[in-house]
């Protein structure tokens, strides 16, 4: 069973997605068809690869993407829409792992994923609704006092001047809702519309000189001082070959699947709401929640409720989305009992172990970007322009600083790790569920 095409049709963007309903679609890119050669070959369409191919493109360097849907398919045109600040893992955390050098060189990375996707949508013109600010609200007086700490913790450290703690009068100003008291508020951080951000990312691509087929999947791939890239219908010699695949990687590389395992997520758009009767945010800002299933959600450019949570670990998507995500939205929101549903989809993504993404050298011209953990917004573009500087030779320090976090792998290997997880998040469920 293949996750490319057992939830959704074949070349085409889910057709109950808002995004897709509100996106200016590209023409289709054709199939490759013809044996080639490139400098480099990125396998993946989505931020990780067309960030890469278009920062390798600027450089003038021969760049193939070769994508087997199309581009933005994935998660990066699925998500929730939220440019996360710091690193998916709790900084505090991070550090103690991985030591105070390398740990603050990975929170400064993640300030410039911000500011890298922030530059590119400026500099390629990308209309997709950026917008200033994500909130994280805790869900209990316990983990309100700890983001409060975390906020005091990051200020004192770094010295951003862009975080804001949220009290429980803030939070209830801010969120209508009865189930949060209080938060972070970081004001760098930012949201958008990340269907409209990925093709903004391929159109500029292509403009520089990418080379994007679509509907191209690699089947194998024959590593050697030049690698070997078999499709469907051709293949393709190149000397570097960068592994953007993320949740859809497969059984390409043995390597990374050990390390990086497809969930699906799913979101909801409500029908546009009316301002005075089921206001939910009295701020254009996204939210995130702590729970450890996160509930995330905030407010489209016309006016309706975009809200995501829950997660499965089989293959297929459930028979009714709309009513999986109604639940824990009207946790938050009972308000909104009366409101439709006018849109649901889901998609998969890749996470890790550590919640960490997964930096690979593979070999010497083989490199991996992927397990972005729901923050590849930032990171997952962040990444390519590192593994493109890497094999620019301009500056490896970036992408070795990432490979540096340890990375382990899911335990059971490739077929036994779905089962294992499910107890896992079964057990954090039930955490959330009950408050403890």
């Known amino acids: 069973m293949n996750l490319l095409y057992v939830n959704d049709g074949t070349n085409r963007y889910p057709q109950n997605s808002w995004y ?9 890119f054709e199939p490759l068809s013809n044996d080639i050669s490139a400098d480099v070959a990125i396998i993946g369409g989505g931020y990780a690869g067309l960030s890469a191919g278009l920062f390798l493109a600027e450089a003038g360097v021969n760049t193939v993407l070769l994508e087997a849907q199309k581009v933005g398919f994935g ?59 994500v909130a994280n609200l805790g869900n209990s007086n316990t983990e309100t006092s700890d983001l409060h700490y975390y906020a005091e913790f990051l200020e004192k450290r770094y010295n951003l001047g862009n975080i804001e703690t949220v009290s429980k009068e803030e939070s209830e ?5 009865n189930e949060y008291k209080g938060g972070i508020l970081f004001k760098n951080a930012a949201h958008l519309h990340p269907l409209r951000y990925v093709l903004g990312l391929a159109r500029a691509g292509k403009k520089r000189g990418l080379r994007i087929f679509e509907q191209t999947p690699v089947q194998k791939v024959v ?28 059984k390409l590389e043995p390597k990374v699947a050990a390390r990086v395992m497809p969930i699906n997520n799913f979101i909801v758009a409500t029908e546009p709401l009316n301002k005075a009767k089921h206001q939910v945010l009295t701020k254009d800002i996204a939210v995130a929640d702590s729970k450890f299933v996160v509930n995330y959600f905030r407010m489209s450019h016309d006016n309706r409720l975009l809200f995501g949570g829950t997660e499965s670990y089989g293959y297929r998507f459930p028979k009714n989305i709309a009513a999986k995500v109604r639940k824990p939205l009207l946790k938050i929101f009972p308000q909104l009992n009366d409101v439709e549903i006018d849109y649901a989809w889901g998609g998969t993504l890749g996470i890790t172990m550590r919640r960490m993404p997964f930096f690979k050298r593979l070999s010497d011209n083989e490199f991996n970007i992927s397990g972005f953990s729901g923050h590849g917004v930032g990171n997952a573009t962040h990444a390519g322009k590192l593994v493109a500087q890497t094999i620019l030779n301009q500056d490896s320090t970036g992408f070795d600083a990432m490979a540096k976090v340890p990375s382990i792998p899911f335990p059971g290997g490739r077929f ?5 997880l499910i107890m896992a998040m079964t057990w954090y469920s039930l955490r959330d569920k009950f408050g403890l």
């Open 223 to 250: 590593k050697g001082n030049t690698v070997v890239l078999k499709t469907n219908r051709a293949s393709i010699k190149a000397k570097y070959v960068i592994y953007a695949c993320n949740g859809y990687l497969g």
């Open 416 to 420: 036994a790790r779905s089962p294992l």
């Open 75 to 133: 998660a990066s045109g699925r998500n929730g829409g939220q440019l996360g600040a710091g690193q998916r893992m709790d900084q505090r955390d991070l550090i103690k792992l991985v030591g105070d050098n390398l740990g603050d060189q990975l929170w400064f990375l993640a300030e410039d994923a911000i500011n890298t996707v922030k530059n590119l949508i400026a500099k390629n013109e990308i209309n997709c609704f950026l917008r200033p600010g």
């Open 173 to 177: 100003a801010l969120c209508k809702s």
């Open 20 to 28: 897709t309903a509100t996106s200016e679609l590209l023409d289709s």
